[in-house]
């Protein structure tokens, strides 16, 4: 193989690793923003942020105990109505709007984040539509001592 050949061959090579791939910092910090900002956005009731992160296919389910378990479901549009009344804030002091990722994990155009909130955990699913993220799934559920189980 000649010279010129073999340069050509070492930078492509350069170019094709240097690209986003599946769990690289760059997704990762790109998920994760999302994930905060979704975060924020209901502690403070800022539907334009909320919005900015959501897919407007979104549903969120949340999972009820009373007594017997259920499973809940609320669309995007609701959870921007919801947001814009004011999200959390009126019901989660400032000084507890905490937020912690416990889980993460990427493919090419999906991924997943597993949060802990101040009084419940979410289980966010993600998909990267012309170059942005967008949460399209959401699960959640109370932590236990908010239930009186602890």
């Keep these: 193989m000649n010279f010129a050949l ?15 791939s599946p769990g690289s910092t760059e997704v990762q910090s790109a998920v994760q923003k999302v994930a905060r900002d979704y975060i924020y956005s209901w502690y403070t ?3 334009r ?6 897919h407007p296919s979104l549903v969120k389910r949340s999972v009820l105990v009373n007594p017997s378990v259920t ?11 919801k947001t814009a009344a ?9 000084e507890e709007r905490t ?20 009084r419940w955990d979410e289980l966010l699913h993600l998909v990267q539509l012309n170059g942005e993220w967008k949460i399209v799934n959401v699960l959640w559920e109370m932590h236990s001592k908010e239930l009186g189980d602890e």
């Design 49 to 54: 942020l909320m919005e900015a992160t959501i």
């Design 71 to 81: 499973l809940a479901e609320e669309s995007a549009q609701e959870l921007l109505r």
């Design 6 to 20: 073999k340069t050509i061959l070492v930078l492509l090579t350069i170019v094709c690793s240097s690209a986003a």
């Design 45 to 47: 009731g800022d539907a």
């Design 99 to 118: 937020f912690e990722i416990l889980d993460f994990s990427a493919g090419r155009s999906i991924a997943q984040v597993r949060i802990r909130a101040a």
């Design 86 to 94: 004011g999200g959390a804030s009126r019901r989660v002091a400032v």
